[in-house]
């Protein structure tokens, strides 16, 4: 095996033992985790899958001869041979993994959110230091082509100073609103925009949220809270002035954009097209978009692993921290705390919600 040179110029040594990666979570975004460690990554390799749920686990694993598939995820965390572990497991059972995790010397990647509380969220991060490990959170559009060089243009000046930044998510359908928690669209989809407005006003921070949502897809579902159209403003420490907004019925595809206004001139980013290819005719001018996230972001996935597995060779610092997603939660618990009360909420009132 020749050298592997990551996206972020780190080698992998053709002579170093192959990292050995435990997956917990065998579901949609755990079995795209576990095809990238298994096949895409060098020096990388699926020694373990964990899931409560019965045969989950033996069926990825068996999949990608991966050698190990448990339903007790504890015995993945103790198991001495692994080196770090990769948590894709549903939302509000990622603090508990992430301390478990860490208090038996894993490192681990975590997908996002970290936590659904600032104080499980301080939990996470604090284990994760105690131990010395490398925490890492999926925020996956820092990792995209056209988001990386976006931030590339604004940290050389291109743009001047940022004064109206922009981000959204439009999912294309609602298939199963019945299993969608409450306050998701902030703290499971809008967390990627919150983080995504962090990352390309650098240096800044928020201090001041107001959120308007309703359930304008599905208001049948309206009084079981759950909300599926969301428009999010945010105030920065620089004075800078952003909006998030997601919808969970875009009928033409997965769209994902982002837009830095400053001083000196505009970029844009995202594209809900699969190609830049336009069709023009007899019905009109179209464009084939693309309709599923890991169409859209595969490339992102995979770079963001790439770059955590590379921390854990390296012990170098990961790029995307646990205070990173601390600080996306706290957007999204004060937009939560602004739809409830109808008013503007300052972030330094949250405390630990």
């Keep these: 095996m020749s050298p592997h040179v990551t996206d972020h110029g780190a080698v992998a040594s053709a002579t170093a033992p192959p990292l050995a990666m435990g997956l917990v979570g065998a579901g949609r975004m755990g079995a795209f985790h576990a095809r990238t460690l298994a096949q895409r990554l060098p020096g990388v390799r699926l020694a373990a899958v964990a ?3 019965p ?39 990622h603090a508990d993994l992430v301390v478990a995790a860490a208090r038996a010397g894993k490192a681990v990647y975590c997908e996002k959110p970290m936590a659904v509380s600032l104080a499980d969220a301080d939990r996470a991060i604090d284990a994760a230091r105690e131990a010395g490990v490398q925490l890492q959170v999926g925020f996956n559009r820092r990792y995209d082509a056209g988001f990386r060089a976006a931030r590339a243009r604004i940290d050389a000046g291109a743009v001047g100073t940022p004064q109206l930044l922009r981000s959204l998510t439009r999912d294309p359908n609602l298939a199963d609103p019945a299993r969608i928690p409450q306050w998701t669209i902030f703290l499971e989809t809008l967390i990627h925009d919150f983080d995504t407005l962090r990352f390309l006003n650098p240096g800044a921070e928020p201090v001041e ?10 208001p049948d579902f309206r009084d079981r809270g759950l909300l599926d159209t969301a428009v999010v403003t945010i105030r ?10 997601a919808s969970f019925q875009a009928v033409y595809g997965y769209d994902v954009r982002g837009e830095v206004f400053g001083s000196g001139g505009m970029l844009t980013m995202g594209d809900a097209r699969r190609t830049h290819l336009t069709s023009y005719g007899p019905d009109g001018i179209s464009a084939d978009c693309v309709t599923y996230d890991q169409d859209l972001f595969h490339d992102a996935y995979v770079a963001e692993l790439a770059d955590f597995t590379d921390s854990v060779r390296s012990g170098r610092a990961t790029a995307v921290t646990g205070e990173d997603a601390r600080a996306a939660l706290a957007i999204a618990l004060a937009s939560v705390h602004s739809v409830t009360t109808g008013g503007p909420v300052r972030l330094d009132a949250l405390k630990d919600a």
Excluded at 66 to 77: E, K, S, V
Excluded at 209 to 218: E, H, P
Excluded at 236 to 245: K, Q, R, V, Y
Aim: proline share 6%; charged share 25%.
């Design 55 to 93: 045969g989950a686990a033996r069926a990825l694993a068996d999949e990608l001869g991966c050698p190990t598939a448990l339903t007790d995820i504890d015995r993945l965390f103790s198991d001495p041979g692994i080196d770090a572990v990769v948590i894709a497991t549903p939302a509000r059972t």
């Design 51 to 53: 899931d409560p749920a």
């Design 236 to 245: 920065f420490d620089n004075g800078a002035l952003a909006t998030a907004e």
């Design 209 to 218: 949220v107001c959120a308007m949502a309703d359930a304008l897809v599905r």
